[in-house]
């Protein structure tokens, strides 16, 4: 018993003096400097969101769809209408939602070319950065799919590694810039609106999207395979461009609203039928706008 007494005494006597010069160093021990004022601790600052919902300034890199291409006369490019950065009042472009007009005519900046594959988004990114932007809009992968055969479309390891150059290029000169990334359109939504506009068809014959425009009346086998070949394509760049985002924390992807977007005729150039019109690139900046600051 007595032995049991004095190991509780011991027991004890070692817990206090751990309290006490816990209690000490917490208070002013140590090397501690002294509180002054109150005694309670200060209030941490908050954290900074990664996500900015209000950036500063935008740049835009893509293709034809971005340059407004056949949305104001036909086979002309229109960036005054781009859904990304253009001024029209008729499109409230995502740089106008976000900046308002005054300031998005000076902190935007459109470096796509109609035309552009996914390999030449590196390269736009390049001229991009150098303005660094706060927030880089992309929309590219139709014309990787709209080749003249579709063997000739990029295959998907390859849109993989360009993209990720694409965002190699921004995250080495601009590590904390936003990405907003837009999904393909849906080229089989596409054929299937403008197939019933003889205009359209015509233009379609001057080369536009040929892989799945093509012979656009053709209902054979053949054809409609090469068009399923087209759409499954498309479908695997739009799984690219979410995992490739989905690894950036500053980067959001649409969850593919443009690709589900069902552009009618309102929506369509009135010339080419497979352009987004003025109407058809309002409908983009507000997804995009949606996507940006929700």
Not at 43 to 71: H, L
């Amino acid at each position: 018993m007595r032995k049991r007494r004095h190991l509780s005494r011991a027991v004890l006597a070692a817990v206090t003096a751990a309290v006490l010069g816990v209690a000490g160093c917490d208070a002013v021990g140590g090397n501690s400097p002294e509180p002054s004022g109150s005694d309670a601790p200060s209030a941490q600052p908050k954290p900074t969101p990664t996500w900015d919902r209000s950036p500063a300034s935008v740049a835009a890199v893509g293709d034809s769809i971005t340059t407004g291409f056949d949305a104001c006369s036909v086979l002309s490019d229109c960036p005054e209408v781009s859904w990304a950065t253009g001024s029209s009042p008729r499109v409230d472009s995502l740089a106008v939602r976000l900046l308002g007009r005054a300031k998005a005519a000076e902190r935007s900046w459109n470096y796509a070319v109609t035309g552009a594959r996914m390999a030449d988004v590196p390269g736009q990114m390049a001229q991009a950065v150098t303005r660094r932007p706060e927030l880089v809009a992309v929309m590219a992968g139709a014309n990787d799919a709209c080749r003249d055969t579709t063997a000739a479309m990029t295959s998907v390891a390859d849109f993989r590694t360009q993209f990720e150059d694409a965002m190699g290029t921004l995250r080495e000169a601009l590590p904390k810039a936003q990405v907003y990334v837009a999904s393909v359109p849906n080229l089989m939504r596409l054929w299937e609106q403008g197939r019933t506009s003889p205009m359209g068809k015509q233009v379609w014959k001057l080369g536009i999207c040929p892989s799945m425009l093509g012979d656009a009346d053709s209902l054979t086998a053949a054809a409609n395979q090469r068009r399923e070949t087209v759409q499954e394509r498309v479908e695997a760049y739009n799984d690219v461009l979410e995992q490739v985002c989905a690894k950036d924390r500053r980067c959001r992807f649409d969850d593919g609203a443009v690709y589900e977007f069902r552009f009618g005729g309102k929506q369509l150039s009135q010339w080419d039928w497979f352009h987004p019109s003025v109407n058809g690139q309002a409908r983009l900046a507000e997804i995009a706008y949606r996507t940006v600051t929700n």
